[in-house]
């Protein structure tokens, strides 16, 4: 998308002095308009099918953030990413589900969705200030498979506590709502009658806008700068100062705090989920997420997110000639898994930086595009300055 | 006691399983500092290969497990030649990623060509045979999987000790850069560990789908619980592997048996151990251990 929109690389010395605004070029605002405009009338003809692919990918895009927010600007690999997200969904469920009303039926306190919404997000970040200091000093792959066993404990857990996971069978979770107005049925809004698609629509994409512009901003802060100084090399960012633990954990704390939001949102849309919803399948998809789509990239996770999650649904979709072929195992989910395995390899063979790296070059093409009209010199100094950040997000450790 | 002796044999014969799948994961580290995701699926590749040819295409058992173990080994070789010798000098968890497309892939394929759901393992010999002493039952699949494991490690002893690629896969182990100057040929050292692997992990995942009646594409989930095994050892560690994986059978074993604490606690025994492990040592048992001074 646009030069100037939120996506928070670290830039290069030169360019940190004077970071790029919101809403500076015309082109950017232009895309801004034009954003608008598709979502509108996503919202407004999308039609449930489409948008249920889109809203679901719109909460994955909210994981995908939390997880870069670790792995991508810290640099600290996690496959626990379902854990948060798990813990956030049922502390969700806990406040906000309906009272039992027989005596076997998992808790709920009934609150409104302004209570466990946030509440979702803090449990799950002071889960991972509890969990942080053990998990943190480890190094690669040695956190990769502690953050693995928190998966597989938490499962246990949830397997476990029946009281508030419903054990085995799972258990409902809360739509959103205001009062007596709920999203799973929601009453016309001054005479429109909105569908429970269109109304998480707009809230994902409210709660993914604000946590996308607050992610990006942290990034350009001091604690996300020594994120990033962490990331690339420990030892270096030690030396110039900066607080190693302070830095991890405010990185595993933020993210645990968005992963929880996000679980609690990833149940409450479907208003249903298992133990097994939180798998290890499902956080190595949120890592895939953010490799494909682009390491310490904003707009990298929610590309990502919609790569991984939506395509193999729209394949889905758009493959529905395959069904009655199925006597030979091809269905057409077994070819859409498929793709997306090959989909994978191929991306990161031949696309390092990920989506968000082909989108740069196209960039880099607009820019000279940009000079050559102009006939100025300044734009190719910019041009070599956008490949150099390119490049820093490839030698990343990740 | 006979109870306690035939949990020991169970979780002797279960972490045989383990340390044969945490040895692939090893060799592979060790020559390439790669986690392979897909691990599982050769073994998944390896035991469905050798039940079609003994079941479907009636070859000899031996027969089978050497095309089970061909078929498997060129799948390794062809996915590090065509896609990981293009990642060399990536950012190691990029490479990892490719690893996990290929799980994906392999998982689904193994399904599109055998969609039938449960199938019979390959097996030379009835299922409930076996040996019965003092009141415990040695089973022969179970008295295999550790005779064999035995055997495949005594081969990787000899292989890394006495053979000109061994020492040329150590060497690179310890140092690459050095070994390339020293005339190594690094490309094949490659091909070498995945090709191991692979077969390695053939022979575990035939003994897997034998110590259960049926299996199905659900097999290659055994790489994860291997995981424990290879940190409990140490990632780069060949014997830790073997010892991290007894290990995490007989604790599957004896939590199974003996611990009352809800639904499924054995599951996560293994992973509680290795956590508690990892607490006093930060690089397994055997691993390793990096020296970073500030």
């Known amino acids: 998308m646009s030069a100037s929109a939120p996506v928070a690389t670290h830039e290069p010395p030169g360019q940190a002095a004077a970071p790029r605004g919101l809403l500076r070029s015309s082109r950017s605002r232009a895309l801004i308009v034009a954003g608008l405009i598709v979502l509108g009338l996503v919202f407004l003809f999308g039609g449930d099918e489409w948008l249920s692919i889109l809203d679901f990918t719109l909460i994955a895009a909210i994981a995908a953030l939390s997880l870069n927010v670790l792995t991508g600007y810290a640099g600290q690999i996690s496959l626990g990413i379902t854990f948060f997200m798990g813990l956030g969904a049922y502390t969700a469920a806990w406040l906000g589900g309906n009272p039992p009303s027989a005596p076997g039926d998992p808790v709920g306190l009934g609150l409104s969705f302004l209570i466990w919404l946030p509440a979702a997000g803090i449990v799950a970040a002071l889960a991972g200030a509890l969990i942080g200091p053990t998990a943190l000093r480890l190094k690669g792959f040695y956190l990769a498979i502690v953050t693995l066993a928190l998966v597989f404990i938490g499962q246990y857990l949830f397997l476990n506590l029946r009281g508030i996971t419903g054990g085995p069978q799972g258990r409902s979770f809360p739509a959103p709502g205001f009062g007596d107005f709920t999203f799973a049925s929601p009453d016309p809004i001054f005479g429109f009658q909105f569908t429970t698609n269109q109304l998480y629509f707009v809230l994902l994409v409210i709660v993914l806008v604000v946590s996308a512009v607050f992610i990006a901003n942290v990034m ?179 | 006691m006979a109870n306690f002796i035939q949990l020991v044999f169970a979780g002797l014969a279960l972490g045989c399983i383990y340390a044969l799948v945490a040895l692939g994961f090893t060799i592979i580290f060790k020559a390439s500092e790669v986690i392979n995701f897909a691990q599982g699926e050769f073994l998944l590749v390896g035991a469905y290969v050798a039940s079609a040819a003994f079941l479907d295409w009636h070859l000899n058992f031996f027969v089978a497990v050497l095309l089970a173990i061909i078929i498997t080994v060129l799948v390794a070789l062809a996915f590090e030649r065509l896609a990981l010798r293009r990642m060399i000098g990536r950012p190691v968890f990029t490479i990892v990623m490719i690893t996990i497309g290929l799980d994906v892939i392999l998982s689904t394929g193994v399904v599109v060509i055998w969609p039938q759901g449960n199938r019979s393992p390959a097996t030379p010999f009835q299922i409930q045979s076996g040996i019965n002493y003092g009141g415990v039952h040695f089973g022969a699949n179970d008295l295999w999987t550790i005779a064999i494991t035995i055997l495949v490690c005594a081969a990787l002893y000899v292989f890394f000790r006495y053979t000109r690629y061994g020492l040329a896969m150590r060497a690179t182990a310890l140092d690459q850069e050095a070994a390339l100057a020293m005339g190594i040929n690094i490309r094949v050292v490659y091909a070498l560990a995945w090709g191991i692997a692979a077969a390695i992990a053939t022979i575990g995942g035939i003994f897997l789908a034998i110590s259960e009646t049926t299996f199905d594409a659900g097999l290659g989930g055994i790489a994860l619980v291997a995981f424990p095994a290879i940190i409990l050892g140490g990632l780069d560690s060949i014997p830790g592997a073997v010892v991290g994986g007894i290990v995490i059978g007989l604790t599957e074993e004896m939590t199974q048996a003996y611990a009352n604490l809800g639904v499924n606690f054995y599951t996560i025994a293994p992973y509680i151990l290795m956590i508690l492990v990892l607490l006093v040592r930060p690089y397994g048992l055997f691993g390793t251990r990096k020296v970073e001074r500030v």
């Open chain 1, 220 to 398: 350009r802060s001091r604690a996300g700068r020594a994120f990033q100084a962490v990331r690339d090399n420990e030892v270096g960012a030690a030396i110039m100062g900066v607080n190693l633990f302070e830095a991890k954990m405010g990185a595993f704390i933020l993210s645990s705090f968005l992963a929880g939001i996000a679980g609690a949102l990833w149940a409450s849309y479907p208003g249903f989920a298992a133990p097994n919803t939180w798998s290890l399948v499902l956080s190595i998809q949120f890592v895939a997420a953010i490799l494909i789509g682009g390491v310490a990239s904003v707009w990298g996770s929610i590309l990502g997110a919609a790569f991984v999650f939506a395509l193999p649904l729209v394949l889905e979709m758009i493959l529905p000639q395959l069904q009655s072929a199925s006597s030979v195992g091809l269905s057409s989910g077994n070819v859409s898994t498929i793709v997306y395995g090959a989909l994978i390899i191929v991306f990161l063979l031949f696309e390092p930086a990920g989506v968000i790296g082909l989108i740069r070059r196209g960039q880099i093409l607009l820019r000279r595009f940009d000079d050559r009209r102009k006939g100025g010199k300044s734009a190719t100094v910019l041009a070599s300055s956008e490949s150099e950040s390119q490049l820093d997000v490839e030698s990343s450790k990740l």
